[in-house]
């Protein structure tokens, strides 16, 4: 080998570690993990779970306290923010999820949306919102993982919202991340868990999916992520994070991509399955391919000490880690500027920007998405009475499925009779509320079901759980009056209704279920 291999800093750069705050008695030790992290290591950045303003705004703030200490560029921070900053960050607002903004089917939306969300992340500390999701829904299959999280199934719909969003988060700022490419909407195995293949010829792909990664390049996207999906006729067998084919062939190449391209977590089945289970050998693959950023590492400490080893013996991994490095480095000169350093104090004072006028137009703004998002169908009419079963998929802590919708019903005056079952009820509960239901509904009164299902990594399965999916078709089959579904959150719920009028909110968030809520009753 010729040349000097790259030193455990520069390998450094290219890995972007974990950083999660989502439990309140761990955030000390998750920010001093971080910190050290980046004092001992120099990291190049994170991805940021969770936590609430004042965290958040302290972590970031002491990582990159701790990066100037050590005479380092500050880290870059990243975080899934497809709903706003709200969907990692208590305090921040959350917006309805892509989905929605498809079904509004405004480019100006689209474009506040981003602008708002990269506002709120960057006055976080957050410096790329990784969205927008380009991958195209395929109604015709059950997608565990995409969902109401993309921007629909028509191509030239997403390309034209996509690079609206795209625009509102790089015109405030931050750096967008289209993601995932080359596509994972069909397929019907979580990528968290394992990896899924998609078996299309190149001809459709290029018809479908590729589209919307093509107008997010030619819109000047900053960032790409890759999928953990096989594409056979794509040139490889394994993920698409490690395929030349895809990432330096068709994104680089023919796509003339040359931002940022980042792989989708190296802790998910997906990328193991497809390395053998190795880290470090997920990571050279994905390198070889062409990525410049390795998220989320099992144990980044680990990786940065093996890569650097590997690299001193092979001449290809270092040029490209050196390749990776200077492409990091441009990404991070895009960001745009901040104090190298701040004290908690200014900190706090950063955080003002998330004060109590910007919250309220960013609420506005999610009511209005929302708003035009969330249609009545043709054959159903405002009611003032109902009786409504709340179907939870999720069981989440508190009861909370439903709770704005119902809150919004009776502000507008509704009279509601309530049952709820969870996921976890056993059959005979199920039988109960059917029988309830029924009776508190009469044969002249209305039956409003509310399916509250989410769309999440790890679930490894879209709608309903099937006892609440088969409680939710026998109370809508027997109803003898009025009856109506509402699908809150994952799409394929709304299949259960057959012939019932459907309500379809696209998300759980607040915005979505009052927009619900005032479809379904009349105000008084």
Not at 104 to 129: F, H, N, Q, Y
Not at 376 to 399: F, H, N, S, Y
């Amino acid at each position: 080998m010729t040349g000097t291999a790259p030193s455990a800093e520069t390998v450094a750069r290219l890995v972007f570690a974990r950083l999660d705050l989502r439990d309140p008695d761990g955030r000390p030790a998750a920010t001093d993990a971080a910190v050290a992290l980046v004092r001992d290591h120099g990291v190049g950045g994170f991805v940021l779970f969770g936590g609430d303003v004042a965290s958040v705004r302290a972590a970031t703030a002491a990582i990159r306290e701790a990066a100037a200490t050590a005479g380092r560029a500050a880290p870059i921070v990243t975080s899934d923010l497809e709903r706003g900053a709200g969907q990692q960050v208590d305090g921040a607002s959350l917006l309805p999820p892509l989905r929605a903004l498809g079904a509004a089917g405004s480019p100006e939306l689209a474009r506040r949306a981003g602008e708002a969300t990269a506002r709120e992340a960057r006055a976080l500390g957050i410096d790329v919102v990784l969205a927008p999701v380009l991958d195209l829904v395929h109604p015709a299959i059950a997608n565990p993982i995409v969902g109401l999280r993309s921007l629909g199934s028509d191509p030239a719909e997403v390309a034209r919202l996509g690079a609206a969003f795209i625009e509102g988060v790089q015109s405030a700022g931050a750096l967008a991340c289209a993601k995932h490419f080359p596509g994972h909407g069909a397929t019907s195995v979580d990528s968290h868990i394992g990896l899924p293949r998609d078996e299309r010829a190149r001809e459709t792909l290029d018809a479908a999916d590729i589209i919307p990664f093509r107008a997010a390049v030619e819109a000047g996207v900053a960032s790409v992520m890759t999928a953990h999906v096989a594409f056979p006729d794509l040139g490889d067998e394994g993920p698409a994070t490690f395929a030349p084919t895809i990432v330096s062939g068709l994104l680089r190449g023919e796509l003339q991509f040359d931002g940022l391209v980042m792989t989708d977590a190296l802790d998910m089945g997906g990328a193991l399955d497809g390395a053998g289970g190795d880290a470090t050998e997920a990571a050279k693959r994905a390198l070889a391919a062409g990525a410049d950023v390795l998220l989320h590492p099992p144990d980044p400490a680990a990786l940065i000490a093996a890569l650097t080893a590997a690299s001193a013996r092979d001449e290809g991994l270092a040029g490209a880690i050196e390749r990776a490095d200077a492409r990091i480095a441009r990404a991070r000169e895009a960001i745009a500027p901040r104090p190298e350093t701040e004290t908690a104090t200014e900190a706090e004072a950063a955080a003002t920007a998330l004060e109590e006028a910007t919250l309220i137009a960013h609420t506005e703004l999610a009511d209005e998405i929302a708003t035009a998002a969330v249609k009545a169908p043709p054959a159903w009419e405002p009611v003032r009475k109902a009786t409504l079963v709340i179907l939870d998929d999720d069981d989440r802590p508190g009861g909370d499925a439903g709770l704005e919708l119902l809150h919004e019903a009776r502000r507008r005056g509704a009279e509601l009779r309530l049952f709820e079952l969870a996921a976890a009820d056993e059959p005979p509960r199920h039988a109960e509320i059917i029988e309830a239901a029924r009776e508190a509904t009469g044969a002249e009164g209305t039956l409003i079901v509310i399916a509250s299902c989410d769309v999440r990594g790890y679930k490894g399965r879209s709608g309903l759980a099937e006892p609440l999916a088969k409680t939710a078709r026998t109370l809508l089959a027997s109803s003898k009056g009025p009856s109506a579904l509402v699908a809150l959150g994952d799409p394929i719920v709304a299949e259960l209704a057959e012939d019932a009028p459907t309500i379809r909110a696209w998300g759980l968030d607040p915005a979505c279920q009052r927009a619900a809520a005032r479809t379904l009753f009349a105000s008084g």
